[in-house]
C-alpha cells in the first residue's frame, strides 16, 4: 500500500493546476518544482515509502488530489494563452499551429487554439516555448536555415485577461527581432497602458525575426505575474473573489506534504555523522559549480570515496546508507550543473542522434505514434525515444529533465557496485566502489554525455536497477524477480546490442559471495542457483522480443527483432573481409570498450575498467587471491563485453562502455580487496588464530547491514 500511495502523490503533485503557484504540477518550468518535484519525489518514493503508514500523510494526497479536482472544476486556467504560426509546415505529418510540451493547452487538437499556457516572463529567445524550432518539415529533410532562428519568420499571437484590484500601468517589454502589436480592451497601445481596476482584454500580435526575443509583462514596473490575476479566458465574479487568497492552498499542501516526506527521511537516518557529511559535500559540490569550478568539482565527486572513514551505525550500512552518503551530494551536483537549463528549450543540431530521438519523441507524444514510436523500424535505437517524450511531459520544453534521469541512471549504476562489493569487502568498500563508476564518468571521454539526449546512459542505468532487482529476489521474492525481468527487457529495447548483457542479469541468481573459482565446480553452483529467478527474468526479456517481432511485422511484415536496425551496418565480421582484417576489428571494438575511448588509446581515467576485466578473467582462470571475486557479476561482465565481439560503434566517444562501468568497477574493488586479504572469503579460510588477527584489523568498513 505504501507503494499506491506514493505512485498517488506523484500524481496529485504532477497534475496541472489551474491556479499559478510555484508548485503547480506540469510542466515543471520553475526552480522550486522542477528540483522538488522532479528529483526529490522520486528519491523519496524510491527509498521512503514507508512515509505513507501514516494516516496524516494519506490525508494530505486526499486533499491534494481533491484540490486538483477543484481547481480544475472551478476555475479559469491562469496565464495567457500564446499561439505560434510557422512559415511553413513545423513537423512531418502537422496541421495548423505548432504544440508546445504543455498538456495545460489543447495538446489533443490537430490545430490547437493555443500552443502553450505562459505563465511566467520571456526574458530571452530559449525562454519562449518554441522548442518545435527543432522538428523537419517533412521526413526526409533537416531544418534549413530559413526555417529556425535566426533565419525563420514566425508569427505570434497572445490573448488573455488581466484583473487589477487598484489602477495601473500595463507594460509589455518585447524584444529588437519582433515587431509587435498590443491591444488592451481593443485600443492599441505602445506598451505602457495606464488601467482603471478591474478586468482589462489583451491581445498582442507579433512577426519574429532574428532570435532577439523577449515578452515580459510589468505592473507598476514589478513582475506583473504576482502583481495581478491574469488568465486564458474571462474569469467568474465568484472566480475573481477568491483569487486573492485560493493560490496559497496547492503551495501549502504541496509543502507540508513534501517536507513532511523529508523529515520522515531524515528521521530514518537519525546519524549525525552521515547527515553531517552529506549536507556538507553536497554544499562542497553545489558551491564549486556555482562559482564555475567545474574540474575541481568532477575531482570533488571522487573524493566522495573518504566517505568510507564516516563512522556509521549498522543499520545504515545498506544501499539506503551508501545513497544518503554519496547519492546524495552526487543528485546535488547534477541539480546545481543543470539548473541553467530549467524553462529553457534546446535548439539541436541536426542530423544528431540525439536530434532524431528528440523529433522522434514528439511524434510519439504530440501526434499519437505511440506504437509506431516515430519510425516502422529503428535504425536509432527504440526506446530511448519514449523516455524522451516523456521528460518532456513533465518538464516541458526544457531538457532539464533529461539531465536528472541520465543523473538517476548513473546513480542506479554505482549503488550496484556498492552492492556487489558491500557484500564481497564490507561497507567502506562499497563505498569505494559506488564512487568508482562515477569518476571515471567524470574524469574520462564521456562526461559530457549527462543531460545530451543519448541512450546509452539509460540502458546502463536499466541494468543496473534489473541487477540490483535480481540480488533481491535470489532468495525467492517473486515480485522483485518479475521488476528484474522488466527492467532488463527495457534496457534491451533502450540499446539493442545490449542483449546479452540483459539475458547475462540471471547470473545474480548466484549467490552474492560465491567466488569465481566455483565456475568449474558445476555441483557447486547448479545447487546454488535460484532457477526461478534465472526463468523469470529469461522468460520476461523473450515476451519482449517476441512483442518487439510482432510490432516490427505489423509495420513491416517481417517478424524480427532486427530488421530495419544497424546491425548489419556495424557488424564486426563483413562479408568478404579477410581474417586477420576481421581480427584486428575484434580487437579495435573490444578495445574501445575497455579503455572508454574511441579510438582505442590508454587513458588513465579508464583503469578501473581494465582493472575490473583483469580482475574477472582472472577470477574465472583460478589466478590465486583473485579466484575469489565474486562469481555473478564476473559472468555479467562478460556478458556485456560479448557485444563488441559482434558489433562496433561509432561517435560520441565513451557511450558505448556505459553499460559495462559499474561491474567493472565493482570487480576492480573487489580485486584489490582481495589482493590486500581484506574480504570475507578470506576470513573463511583462515586459521582461528588468523581469524583473530584479521578481526583485530577490520576492513575500511563492516559487511553487517541488510539491503533496502
Not at 490525508?59 to 491562469?78: C, E, G, N, P, R
Not at 498590443?182 to 497602458?193: E, L, P, R, W
Not at 515480485?479 to 533502450?494: K, S
Not at 559499474?662 to 579460510?685: I, K
Request: charged fraction near 15%.
Amino acid at each position: 500500500m505504501p507503494a499506491v500511495w506514493s505512485l498517488l502523490a506523484a500524481l496529485a503533485l504532477l497534475w496541472p493546476d489551474r491556479i499559478r503557484g510555484p508548485f503547480d504540477g506540469i510542466p515543471l518550468d520553475g526552480t522550486a518544482e522542477a528540483v522538488l518535484v522532479g528529483i526529490v519525489v522520486p528519491v523519496l518514493i524510491w527509498f521512503q515509502r514507508r512515509f505513507f503508514e501514516l494516516r496524516s500523510a494519506r490525508a494530505l494526497v486526499i486533499l491534494l488530489l481533491f484540490w486538483k479536482v477543484f481547481s480544475a472544476s472551478t476555475f479559469v486556467q491562469d496565464g495567457w494563452c500564446v499561439r505560434f504560426m510557422p512559415g511553413r509546415p513545423y513537423a512531418v505529418g502537422a496541421t495548423g499551429a505548432p504544440h508546445s510540451w504543455d498538456l495545460r493547452a489543447d495538446w489533443r487538437a490537430p490545430d490547437p487554439r493555443c500552443s502553450a499556457i505562459m505563465t511566467r516572463s520571456y526574458r530571452d529567445f530559449l525562454h519562449f516555448p518554441a522548442w518545435f524550432f527543432n522538428l523537419p518539415p517533412d521526413s526526409a529533410s533537416w531544418p534549413a536555415p530559413e526555417d529556425r532562428p535566426p533565419g525563420a519568420t514566425t508569427t505570434l499571437t497572445v490573448r488573455g485577461f488581466i484583473n487589477a484590484r487598484q489602477s495601473g500601468v500595463l507594460q509589455i517589454e518585447t524584444g529588437a527581432d519582433m515587431a509587435t502589436h498590443i491591444f488592451v480592451d481593443g485600443v492599441a497601445s505602445a506598451g505602457d497602458t495606464p488601467l482603471a481596476a478591474g478586468l482589462h482584454a489583451v491581445d498582442l500580435n507579433a512577426t519574429l525575426v532574428g532570435n532577439e526575443w523577449a515578452l515580459v509583462p510589468r505592473w507598476n514596473g514589478t513582475d506583473m505575474w504576482s502583481a495581478v490575476t491574469a488568465t486564458v479566458r474571462r474569469p467568474s465574479r465568484v472566480d475573481l473573489a477568491a483569487r486573492g487568497w485560493v493560490h496559497w492552498v496547492p503551495t501549502v499542501l504541496v509543502l507540508v506534504l513534501v517536507l513532511g516526506w523529508v523529515a520522515s527521511a531524515i528521521r530514518r537516518v537519525g546519524s549525525g555523522a552521515a547527515l553531517a557529511w552529506s549536507a556538507g559535500a553536497s554544499l562542497v559540490l553545489g558551491a564549486l559549480v556555482v562559482t564555475d569550478r567545474m574540474a575541481l568539482a568532477r575531482w570533488a565527486i571522487v573524493a566522495l570515496a573518504a566517505a568510507a572513514f564516516v563512522p556509521i551505525r549498522t543499520r545504515l550500512k545498506n544501499v539506503f546508507g551508501a545513497f544518503i552518503l554519496i547519492g546524495v551530494p552526487w543528485l546535488t551536483w547534477v541539480v546545481v550543473a543543470s539548473s541553467p537549463a530549467i524553462g529553457r528549450f534546446v535548439l539541436y543540431g541536426s542530423g544528431h542522434d540525439y536530434w532524431m530521438f528528440q523529433r522522434f519523441a514528439y511524434r510519439i507524444v504530440m501526434q499519437d505514434y505511440w506504437l509506431e514510436g516515430g519510425s516502422p523500424t529503428f535504425w536509432f535505437q527504440p526506446l530511448y525515444r519514449w523516455v524522451v517524450g516523456l521528460l518532456h511531459v513533465v518538464f516541458g520544453d526544457s531538457s532539464v529533465g533529461e539531465w536528472y534521469w541520465d543523473g538517476a541512471c548513473l546513480l542506479a549504476g554505482a549503488l550496484l557496485s556498492f552492492r556487489v562489493v558491500k557484500t564481497f569487502a564490507g561497507f567502506g568498500w562499497g563505498l569505494v566502489a559506488a564512487v568508482t563508476p562515477l569518476a571515471v564518468f567524470m574524469l574520462g571521454t564521456a562526461q559530457d554525455l549527462i543531460g545530451a539526449g543519448l541512450g546509452e546512459i539509460t540502458s546502463a542505468g536499466l541494468l543496473s536497477v534489473a541487477a540490483l532487482f535480481a540480488m533481491r529476489a535470489r532468495h525467492g521474492n517473486l515480485r522483485a524477480a518479475a521488476w528484474a525481468g522488466v527492467f532488463a527487457t527495457l534496457a534491451f529495447y533502450t540499446r539493442l546490442n545490449n542483449l546479452l548483457m540483459a539475458i547475462g542479469v540471471a547470473v545474480f541468481a548466484l549467490p552474492a559471495a560465491m567466488p569465481a573459482q566455483r565456475l568449474w565446480q558445476p555441483s557447486v553452483w547448479w545447487r546454488a542457483t535460484s532457477w526461478r529467478l534465472v526463468g523469470v527474468v529469461v522468460g520476461a526479456i523473450g515476451a519482449g522480443a517476441l512483442f518487439f517481432a510482432w510490432r516490427t511485422w505489423h509495420y513491416t511484415g517481417v517478424f524480427s527483432v532486427f530488421y530495419g536496425t544497424q546491425r548489419d551496418s556495424l557488424q564486426v565480421w563483413q562479408r568478404g573481409m579477410s581474417p586477420a582484417t576481421a581480427l584486428e576489428r575484434v580487437a579495435s571494438s573490444v578495445l574501445m570498450v575497455l579503455t572508454v575511448n574511441d579510438p582505442p588509446r590508454f587513458d588513465p581515467y579508464a583503469l578501473p575498467v581494465l582493472a575490473g576485466a583483469t580482475a574477472a578473467a582472472a577470477g574465472l582462470a583460478g589466478v590465486p587471491r583473485l579466484r575469489h571475486v565474486p562469481l555473478a557479476p564476473s559472468l555479467w561482465f562478460f556478458t556485456g563485453i560479448a557485444a563488441a565481439f559482434i558489433a562496433r560503434g561509432s561517435a560520441y566517444p565513451g557511450r558505448f562502455s556505459l553499460h559495462i562501468l559499474p561491474v567493472t568497477s565493482a570487480l576492480a574493488v573487489c580485486g584489490v580487496a582481495a589482493l590486500v586479504g581484506r574480504h570475507a572469503g578470506a576470513a573463511a579460510g583462515a586459521s582461528a588464530s588468523t581469524m583473530s588477527r584479521a578481526a583485530t584489523r577490520p576492513p575500511i568498513g563492516s559487511k553487517n547491514g541488510q539491503d533496502d
